[in-house]
Nanobody, 127 residues
Framework: QVQLVESGGGLVQAGGSLRLSCAAS????????MGWFRQAPGKAREFVAA????????YYADSVKGRFTISRDNAKNMVYLQMNALKSEDTAAYYC????????????????????WGQGTQVTVSS
């Protein structure tokens, strides 16, 4: 069992930055690939970024590539999403997810492959 708690969301002007954090509790954090997804009102949940179990591979949605950076600290059971050059279209609830069977790009993109989810943190970008 893994519990995930996101933090760091808030209101920011377009062009600004935010850093989301996800704290994981439970065993074997380093066995899980970690992902960030987001969902805007009236829209489907979408993949944002993912990182492999040891942090050696990262994946990004085209819409955030070059602006967002995912990282993890297995010693602290933490995963981060640094978001720069924010746009109004980045406004959404952001969710952290953990998947023990996630290996490779196709699985990393797929929400159904993740086993545990946080409660979400709201990011609002004003234009």
């Amino acid at each position: 069992q893994v519990q995930l708690v996101e933090s760091g969301g808030g209101l920011v002007q377009a062009g600004g930055s935010l850093r989301l954090s996800c704290a994981a509790s439970g065993r074997s954090f380093s066995s899980y690939a970690m992902g960030w997804f987001r969902q805007a009102p009236g829209k489907a949940r979408e993949f944002v970024a993912a990182i492999s179990q040891n942090g050696g591979r990262t994946y990004y949605a085209d819409s955030v590539k070059g602006r967002f950076t995912i990282s993890r600290d297995n010693a602290k059971n933490m995963v981060y999403l640094q978001m720069n050059a924010l746009k109004s279209e980045d406004t959404a609830a952001y969710y952290c997810a953990a998947g023990i069977r996630v290996y490779g790009l196709v699985q990393a993109l797929t929400a159904e492959e993740y086993d545990y989810w946080g409660q979400g943190t709201q990011v609002t970008v004003s234009s």
